[in-house]
Protein backbone atom coordinates (compact mmCIF):
# COMPACT_ATOMS: atom_id res chain seq x y z
CA UNK A 1 0.00 0.00 0.00
CA UNK A 2 2.97 2.24 0.50
CA UNK A 3 2.73 3.92 -2.55
CA UNK A 4 -0.28 4.60 -3.03
CA UNK A 5 -0.08 6.27 0.68
CA UNK A 6 2.56 8.59 -0.28
CA UNK A 7 0.74 9.55 -3.41
CA UNK A 8 -2.55 10.66 -1.02
CA UNK A 9 -0.16 12.29 1.46
CA UNK A 10 2.08 14.10 -0.99
CA UNK A 11 -1.00 15.45 -2.83
CA UNK A 12 -2.27 16.73 0.44
CA UNK A 13 0.39 17.83 1.79
CA UNK A 14 1.46 19.90 -1.40
CA UNK A 15 -1.57 21.36 -1.53
CA UNK A 16 -1.89 22.33 1.84
CA UNK A 17 1.97 24.28 1.66
CA UNK A 18 0.16 26.29 -1.27
CA UNK A 19 -2.19 27.26 1.25
CA UNK A 20 -0.16 28.38 3.90
CA UNK A 21 3.37 28.25 3.08
CA UNK A 22 5.57 30.93 1.66
CA UNK A 23 5.22 34.75 0.71
CA UNK A 24 2.66 34.51 -1.93
CA UNK A 25 -0.85 36.97 -1.33
CA UNK A 26 -4.27 35.48 -1.00
CA UNK A 27 -4.64 36.02 -4.75
CA UNK A 28 -1.70 33.96 -5.87
CA UNK A 29 -2.26 31.34 -3.94
CA UNK A 30 -6.01 31.01 -4.95
CA UNK A 31 -4.62 30.37 -8.37
CA UNK A 32 -2.31 28.36 -7.49
CA UNK A 33 -4.99 25.91 -6.43
CA UNK A 34 -6.81 26.39 -9.16
CA UNK A 35 -4.37 25.38 -10.94
CA UNK A 36 -3.26 22.54 -9.21
CA UNK A 37 -7.42 21.33 -9.03
CA UNK A 38 -6.82 20.98 -12.62
CA UNK A 39 -4.27 18.90 -12.85
CA UNK A 40 -6.65 16.85 -10.58
CA UNK A 41 -9.41 17.16 -13.13
CA UNK A 42 -6.77 16.23 -15.75
CA UNK A 43 -5.65 13.26 -14.19
CA UNK A 44 -9.08 11.67 -13.46
CA UNK A 45 -10.07 12.31 -17.51
CA UNK A 46 -6.85 10.24 -18.62
CA UNK A 47 -5.12 12.94 -19.49
CA UNK A 48 -1.58 14.22 -18.06
CA UNK A 49 -0.99 16.98 -15.46
CA UNK A 50 1.00 20.13 -16.08
CA UNK A 51 5.01 19.38 -15.28
CA UNK A 52 4.70 22.05 -12.95
CA UNK A 53 3.17 19.29 -10.16
CA UNK A 54 3.82 16.08 -12.26
CA UNK A 55 5.99 14.10 -9.71
CA UNK A 56 2.69 14.96 -7.56
CA UNK A 57 -0.17 13.84 -9.89
CA UNK A 58 1.59 11.00 -11.92
CA UNK A 59 2.12 8.96 -9.39
CA UNK A 60 -1.51 9.48 -7.63
CA UNK A 61 -3.07 8.95 -11.58
CA UNK A 62 -1.32 5.51 -11.09
CA UNK A 63 -2.93 4.93 -7.48
CA UNK A 64 -6.45 5.65 -8.60
CA UNK A 65 -6.28 3.78 -11.24
CA UNK A 66 -5.30 0.76 -9.40
CA UNK A 67 -7.40 1.40 -6.20
CA UNK A 68 -9.83 3.55 -7.92
CA UNK A 69 -9.71 6.19 -5.56
CA UNK A 70 -12.87 8.07 -4.83
CA UNK A 71 -12.05 11.41 -6.51
CA UNK A 72 -14.23 13.20 -4.66
CA UNK A 73 -12.29 12.86 -1.52
CA UNK A 74 -9.67 14.50 -3.04
CA UNK A 75 -11.64 17.36 -4.22
CA UNK A 76 -13.19 17.90 -0.87
CA UNK A 77 -9.58 18.36 0.73
CA UNK A 78 -8.49 21.19 -1.96
CA UNK A 79 -12.14 22.95 -1.28
CA UNK A 80 -10.78 23.37 2.84
CA UNK A 81 -7.70 24.28 1.76
CA UNK A 82 -9.07 27.17 -0.39
CA UNK A 83 -11.58 27.69 2.39
CA UNK A 84 -8.65 28.65 4.44
CA UNK A 85 -7.88 31.49 2.28
CA UNK A 86 -11.32 33.38 2.64
CA UNK A 87 -12.35 32.27 6.03
CA UNK A 88 -10.81 32.96 9.58
CA UNK A 89 -13.40 32.14 11.84
CA UNK A 90 -16.11 29.45 12.72
CA UNK A 91 -19.47 30.73 14.37
CA UNK A 92 -19.81 27.21 16.25
CA UNK A 93 -18.39 24.12 16.44
CA UNK A 94 -20.78 22.11 13.91
CA UNK A 95 -20.02 24.81 11.65
CA UNK A 96 -15.86 23.96 12.66
CA UNK A 97 -16.40 20.04 11.93
CA UNK A 98 -18.09 20.43 8.71
CA UNK A 99 -14.76 22.26 7.75
CA UNK A 100 -13.51 18.91 9.25
CA UNK A 101 -15.29 17.08 7.18
CA UNK A 102 -13.05 18.48 4.16
CA UNK A 103 -9.98 19.04 5.66
CA UNK A 104 -9.48 16.18 7.44
CA UNK A 105 -11.71 13.19 7.34
CA UNK A 106 -11.07 12.60 4.03
CA UNK A 107 -7.64 10.82 4.14
CA UNK A 108 -8.79 8.62 6.61
CA UNK A 109 -11.73 7.40 4.57
CA UNK A 110 -9.29 6.94 1.65
CA UNK A 111 -6.67 5.16 3.53
CA UNK A 112 -9.45 2.86 4.58
CA UNK A 113 -10.81 2.48 1.14
CA UNK A 114 -7.14 0.96 -0.01
CA UNK A 115 -7.89 -1.73 2.42
CA UNK A 116 -11.46 -2.35 1.27
CA UNK A 117 -12.85 -1.05 4.83
CA UNK A 118 -16.39 0.87 4.18
CA UNK A 119 -18.89 -0.16 6.91
CA UNK A 120 -20.45 2.75 8.57
CA UNK A 121 -19.19 2.25 11.96
CA UNK A 122 -15.80 2.09 10.43
CA UNK A 123 -16.18 5.35 8.46
CA UNK A 124 -17.68 7.33 11.83
CA UNK A 125 -14.24 6.15 13.76
CA UNK A 126 -12.37 7.11 11.07
CA UNK A 127 -14.00 10.70 10.84
CA UNK A 128 -14.11 11.33 14.64
CA UNK A 129 -10.18 10.38 14.91
CA UNK A 130 -9.33 12.36 11.58
CA UNK A 131 -11.62 15.26 13.24
CA UNK A 132 -9.76 14.98 16.67
CA UNK A 133 -6.42 14.71 15.46
CA UNK A 134 -7.75 18.24 13.01
CA UNK A 135 -8.81 19.97 16.44
CA UNK A 136 -5.54 19.36 18.12
CA UNK A 137 -3.75 20.60 16.01
CA UNK A 138 -5.82 24.36 16.34
CA UNK A 139 -5.48 23.73 19.94
CA UNK A 140 -1.85 23.19 19.53
CA UNK A 141 -1.31 26.32 16.72
CA UNK A 142 -3.11 29.24 18.54
CA UNK A 143 0.87 30.81 18.08
CA UNK A 144 1.07 30.25 14.84
CA UNK A 145 -2.89 30.71 13.58
CA UNK A 146 -3.13 34.01 15.24
CA UNK A 147 0.00 35.79 13.16
CA UNK A 148 -2.22 34.28 9.77
CA UNK A 149 -5.41 35.92 11.17
CA UNK A 150 -7.26 32.43 11.83
CA UNK A 151 -9.47 31.88 15.27
CA UNK A 152 -10.41 28.46 14.95
CA UNK A 153 -11.91 28.40 18.57
CA UNK A 154 -15.67 28.78 18.02
CA UNK A 155 -16.97 32.02 18.19
CA UNK A 156 -19.89 30.75 20.73
CA UNK A 157 -16.84 29.17 22.80
CA UNK A 158 -15.45 32.52 22.73
CA UNK A 159 -18.73 34.18 23.81
CA UNK A 160 -19.12 31.33 26.53
CA UNK A 161 -16.09 32.44 28.61
CA UNK A 162 -16.16 36.16 27.81
CA UNK A 163 -12.84 35.98 25.25
CA UNK A 164 -12.90 38.30 21.93
CA UNK A 165 -11.27 37.56 18.82
CA UNK A 166 -9.18 39.87 19.14
CA UNK A 167 -7.30 38.14 22.43
CA UNK A 168 -7.03 35.12 20.74
CA UNK A 169 -5.47 37.13 16.90
CA UNK A 170 -2.99 38.46 19.83
CA UNK A 171 -2.38 35.21 22.20
CA UNK A 172 -3.16 36.83 24.82
CA UNK A 173 -3.11 34.49 27.93
CA UNK A 174 -5.45 34.95 30.58
CA UNK A 175 -7.54 32.75 32.83
CA UNK A 176 -10.89 32.68 30.83
CA UNK A 177 -8.74 31.71 27.60
CA UNK A 178 -7.11 28.73 29.69
CA UNK A 179 -10.37 27.61 30.85
CA UNK A 180 -12.09 27.38 27.20
CA UNK A 181 -8.82 25.79 26.07
CA UNK A 182 -9.43 23.08 28.57
CA UNK A 183 -13.11 22.36 27.18
CA UNK A 184 -12.13 22.40 23.83
CA UNK A 185 -9.25 19.58 25.27
CA UNK A 186 -11.99 17.94 27.23
CA UNK A 187 -13.85 17.69 24.37
CA UNK A 188 -11.30 17.27 21.52
CA UNK A 189 -10.00 14.31 23.82
CA UNK A 190 -13.52 12.08 23.92
CA UNK A 191 -13.90 12.58 20.46
CA UNK A 192 -10.45 10.81 19.40
CA UNK A 193 -11.17 8.21 22.24
CA UNK A 194 -14.24 7.37 20.47
CA UNK A 195 -12.50 6.70 17.14
CA UNK A 196 -9.76 4.69 18.66
CA UNK A 197 -11.03 1.36 18.54
CA UNK A 198 -10.40 1.51 14.53
CA UNK A 199 -7.09 1.19 15.18
CA UNK A 200 -8.40 -2.80 16.21
CA UNK A 201 -9.87 -3.26 12.57
CA UNK A 202 -6.54 -2.13 10.47
CA UNK A 203 -4.36 -5.43 9.13
CA UNK A 204 -0.32 -5.01 10.23
CA UNK A 205 1.44 -2.05 9.60
CA UNK A 206 -1.77 -0.05 9.34
CA UNK A 207 -3.28 -0.46 12.53
CA UNK A 208 0.41 -0.10 14.30
CA UNK A 209 0.70 3.26 12.25
CA UNK A 210 -2.98 4.82 13.85
CA UNK A 211 -2.32 3.52 17.17
CA UNK A 212 0.64 5.77 17.05
CA UNK A 213 -1.23 8.27 15.33
CA UNK A 214 -3.51 8.11 18.33
CA UNK A 215 -1.62 7.98 21.10
CA UNK A 216 0.60 10.91 19.55
CA UNK A 217 -2.57 13.38 19.37
CA UNK A 218 -3.58 12.43 23.00
CA UNK A 219 -0.15 13.28 23.91
CA UNK A 220 -0.41 16.54 22.50
CA UNK A 221 -3.51 17.23 24.76
CA UNK A 222 -1.88 15.75 27.50
CA UNK A 223 0.95 18.65 26.81
CA UNK A 224 -1.48 21.58 26.94
CA UNK A 225 -2.85 20.33 30.14
CA UNK A 226 0.81 19.97 31.85
CA UNK A 227 0.63 23.29 30.67
CA UNK A 228 -2.26 24.26 32.28
CA UNK A 229 -3.97 25.12 28.88
CA UNK A 230 -1.61 28.31 28.27
CA UNK A 231 -0.89 27.37 24.38
CA UNK A 232 -1.72 30.60 23.88
CA UNK A 233 2.11 31.30 25.11
CA UNK A 234 3.92 27.96 23.90
CA UNK A 235 3.51 25.60 21.26
CA UNK A 236 3.09 22.24 22.87
CA UNK A 237 5.15 19.72 20.78
CA UNK A 238 6.38 16.06 20.32
CA UNK A 239 10.13 15.43 21.16
CA UNK A 240 12.48 12.41 20.92
CA UNK A 241 11.57 11.66 24.57
CA UNK A 242 7.93 11.28 23.92
CA UNK A 243 8.53 8.04 21.41
CA UNK A 244 9.20 5.36 23.92
CA UNK A 245 6.19 6.26 25.68
CA UNK A 246 4.18 6.48 22.58
CA UNK A 247 5.21 3.14 21.89
CA UNK A 248 4.53 1.81 25.09
CA UNK A 249 0.80 3.40 24.72
CA UNK A 250 0.02 1.75 21.54
CA UNK A 251 1.19 -1.94 22.78
CA UNK A 252 -1.29 -1.66 25.93
CA UNK A 253 -4.33 -0.35 23.01
CA UNK A 254 -3.36 -3.72 21.00
CA UNK A 255 -3.71 -5.83 24.74
Known amino acids: M ?5 AIYHFARTADDLADEGDADTAERQADLRA ?5 RAIESGRSP ?9 PLARAMRQHRLPSALLHAL ?6 DLVKTAYADRPELLRYC ?5 PVGRLLLH ?5 DGLALQRSDSICTALQLINFWQDFTRDGPRG ?18 ILACADNPPARAMIRNLVDWTEAMMLSGAPLAQRLPGRAGWELRLVIQGGLRILEKIRAMQYASLNERPALTALDYPLLAWRALRMAA
Open 114 to 118: LYGID
Open 2 to 6: RPAVA
Open 78 to 83: LDAFEQ
Open 36 to 40: YRADL
Open 50 to 58: SPRWAPVFE
Open 150 to 167: RVYAPEVDLYRFGISREQ
Open 101 to 105: ARSAN
